[in-house]
């Protein structure tokens, strides 16, 4: 357990940072119920997460959280539906497709809502908004079916008359090399998410054309959900008290991320930020929050959900069960 925890510190590159920051000390107790955590390696979720765990607060609601990263968000997935896990992140609509395809799998809890998603050009591009991107090349981080694919389609289609992917002018390639391409100009345009967007528009040779989350809210009046906290039905059942603990500590870390925004010095020099840089992580990272889930949220997804089943491609969304989704635990 020790050491599993101590793996986060590594991957984050933070090591000791929140711990000077001073802890809780709330206290591990032998009772305290053990809860696997799993995301994808050096996600900006790991920040509140490192700080749940060294801040104790996981402890203060009688849990015990480890924390593991998974290079691919396919060995993620295939953890949290194989229940190797017993939370996990991940793109809600991912989580309600596998709950539609009979895994036990149910989101239970809002973590970002797109706020860091941006489409990102050339700073000397023509391009200056998505309305731009018809008949232009765009590579998208998020493969053929991950959440953030799913909603530049939905956007593009529903209120910009056009689907790249119907044109073949979509392409899907892995989040390192999108600012490689717009060198090259092998694509017009990429999707692209943070650490790696904000480093990206830092370095001046890229800017903004569309922030996903803000034009989603700003065309429809919903607030987006791009990344939820998934469980599994029999964790869910063997352990609610566990769960709705969980929710708590990770709402108290979330409110201390914002109000130490010391948290994101050292990530951000990691990545060669400069200090308006690092402000600029935190600005967007600590937007991105989303702390609230009840009803009229989730009749705010399943509005979503009509549209993506509509853009996407047959099977995609075309039920969507209840049970993807429960308020049971939430704080």
Do not use: C
Request: charged share 25%.
């Amino acid at each position: 357990m020790k050491h599993e925890k101590s793996q986060i510190k590594a991957v984050l590159g933070i090591p000791l940072l929140i711990v000077a920051l001073g802890s809780l000390a709330f206290g591990a107790r032998a009772d305290d119920t053990p809860i696997r955590l799993a995301d994808m390696a050096q996600s900006l979720n790991g920040i509140a997460s490192q700080v749940m765990i060294d801040q104790e607060l996981d402890h203060k609601y009688g849990v015990d959280v480890s924390y593991k990263g998974y290079p691919t968000l396919d060995g993620l997935f295939n953890a949290i539906r194989g229940k190797q896990v017993d939370l996990g992140f991940g793109g809600w609509t991912g989580f309600a497709q596998f709950r539609a395809q009979g895994y036990p799998v149910v989101n239970i809890f809002p973590v970002g809502r797109g706020a860091t998603l941006d489409v990102l050009v050339p700073t000397d591009s023509e391009l200056q908004s998505l309305d731009d991107l018809k008949g232009k090349r765009v590579a998208s981080y998020a493969g053929a079916a991950g959440t953030a694919t799913v909603l530049l389609r939905v956007m593009l289609n529903d209120f910009y008359g056009f689907d790249p992917a119907a044109t073949g002018d979509l392409q899907y390639v892995g989040p390192g090399i999108i600012p490689a391409l717009l060198d090259s100009g092998d694509v017009d345009a990429g999707l692209l998410f943070d650490p790696l967007a904000t480093k990206a528009m830092a370095s001046g040779k890229y800017r903004s054309i569309g922030n996903l989350g803000d034009l989603y809210k700003e065309k429809t009046g919903d607030d987006f959900l791009w990344i939820s906290l998934a469980t599994n039905d029999d964790f869910a059942r063997a352990n609610p008290e566990a769960l709705a603990g969980f929710l708590k500590g990770w709402v108290d870390a979330v409110e201390y991320v914002k109000s130490h925004p010391a948290v994101f010095e050292a990530y951000g020099k990691k990545l060669g930020l400069d200090q308006a840089g690092i402000d600029q992580l935190a600005e967007r990272v600590i937007r991105d929050y989303a702390t609230t889930w009840n009803d009229d949220y989730i009749n705010g997804l399943k509005a979503f959900a009509e549209r993506a089943s509509r853009v996407m491609d047959k099977g995609f969304l075309d039920e969507l069960p209840e049970e993807a989704f429960s308020t049971r635990y939430a704080p």
